[in-house]
């Protein structure tokens, strides 16, 4: 089975530095993966996901991630933060021996200072 | 373009109590997912309907049914509601593909007293 650790549950960072939301994967199988973004009281939208085409993966809103096979890693970057940034980020994995169903990791909690 | 339609989006229930929580996709997607979301514990899979006519368990299936009325239509049934379900519900839906992204609504908060 799949699964998703996403480490630090609060992260905090002044508006202008580098965001740095960090996932680690476990799958048997080549993964698909996903950042998703929740602002309050919404639902989840995608911010990027990972198909194996390119490693290095931009999304919307500035943020990037890239896909590191060797550390099961899949962490999401913005160089410089802004306080619309201010959300909550899931990490999600699916495989295909799984009919597509994703699992999701816990969330970050994103605070950007002025 | 609605996308992912839930209703209500509020409710609190009496322990015991049923109800029905309502989501339409009007994306022509095959497959609907419930999950439910809780401070600290990410999306929990409940159900989740592959396609039209089709459905199966999730991580967390006990106390709830489902029902994929159509292609368009996934609904949660709640028989008789306990305070461990107070939680925040989400609809999903997605095409068929692990490569493919999910569309969800926009919730619905439930609390049961």
């Known amino acids: 089975a799949q699964s998703v650790t996403q480490l630090g549950s609060h992260v905090s960072v002044s508006e202008g530095a580098l965001v740095l939301l960090r996932c680690n994967y476990s799958s048997s199988v080549p993964p698909y993966l996903f950042w998703y973004v929740q602002y309050p009281n919404q639902g989840l939208q995608l911010l990027l996901k990972y198909t194996s085409a390119a490693t290095l993966v931009k999304g919307i809103n500035g943020f990037e991630a890239e896909f590191k096979k060797s550390e099961t890693s899949f962490h999401l970057t913005k160089p410089s933060a802004h306080m619309s940034d201010a959300a909550e980020y899931f990490c999600a994995v699916s495989v295909n021996t799984n009919a597509g169903k994703s699992t999701f990791g816990d969330g970050t909690t994103l605070t950007v200072k002025p | 373009n609605a996308g992912v339609t839930q209703t209500p989006k509020f409710q609190v229930l009496k322990t015991g109590q049923s109800m029905t929580l309502q989501c339409a996709q009007d994306?022509?997607?095959?497959?609907m997912y419930w999950y439910r979301q809780d401070p600290g514990m990410g999306l929990r899979l409940i159900y989740y309907s592959a396609s039209e006519g089709t459905t199966d368990k999730g991580e967390v299936p006990n106390g709830y049914n489902v029902s994929r009325l159509n292609k368009r239509e996934f609904s949660l049934r709640l028989e008789s509601a306990a305070p461990s379900q107070t939680s925040v519900y989400f609809c999903?839906?997605?095409?068929?593909?692990?490569?493919?992204?999910?569309?969800f609504g926009q919730g619905t908060r439930l609390t049961v007293v």
């Open positions: 999903a839906s997605s095409e068929q593909g692990a490569f493919t992204e999910a569309f």
């Open positions: 994306m022509n997607h095959n497959s």
